[in-house]
């Protein structure tokens, strides 16, 4: 992969991640962005609880991060279909990235420190991208797995 655009993948990771209010005030953090695989984390804080009793990680937060995760991937898949040289072209089809459908299944409580999501890009057409998301604790333990379609163009 030349220079540019593994520059291009980690300026998408980072501008995903960050540049949405959403996903700051859950604070998920680039990790790393990759033609292979997206992964963020984020740390476990008081806010972040669904279940007060057992002080386990709400759902909606995980099915938040694992379509952050999925989306990022989905536009990786944008960006291998656009050189360098088509920077508006590209711009305006991340513009239009939106979540079609995702399908989360919780496989056990979220219970961690640390909690990292990982994605896959499983097919990326001209018009929409599917793909597969997994999300782990700081042990390794799998908490949830997903598969999103995304619209790309």
């Known amino acids: 992969m030349g220079f540019l655009k593994r520059t291009a993948l980690e300026m998408l990771g980072e501008a995903l991640v960050n540049k949405i209010p959403f996903n700051r005030h859950i604070g998920l953090e680039y ?3 990759g033609e292979q695989e997206c992964i963020i984390k984020f740390d476990m804080k008081p806010e ?3 279940n007060y009793y057992h002080g386990i990680l709400h759902g909606g937060v995980i099915s938040s991060a694992l379509d ?3 989306g990022t991937m989905a536009a990786v898949g944008i960006l291998n279909d656009n050189p360098a040289t088509h920077l508006p072209q590209l711009k305006t089809k991340l513009a239009k990235l939106s ?3 995702i399908r989360v299944d919780y496989l056990r409580p979220g219970k961690g420190e640390q909690f990292f999501a990982k994605a896959q890009l499983l097919r990326a057409g001209r ?3 599917v793909v597969r998301m997994e999300l782990e604790n700081n042990e390794g333990s799998l908490i949830a797995v997903a598969t999103g379609t995304y619209m790309v163009g």
């Open 31 to 33: 990790e790393s962005v």
């Open 48 to 50: 972040l609880v669904g």
């Open 68 to 70: 952050m995760v999925g």
């Open 99 to 101: 979540t079609i459908d």
């Open 127 to 129: 018009k929409v991208a």
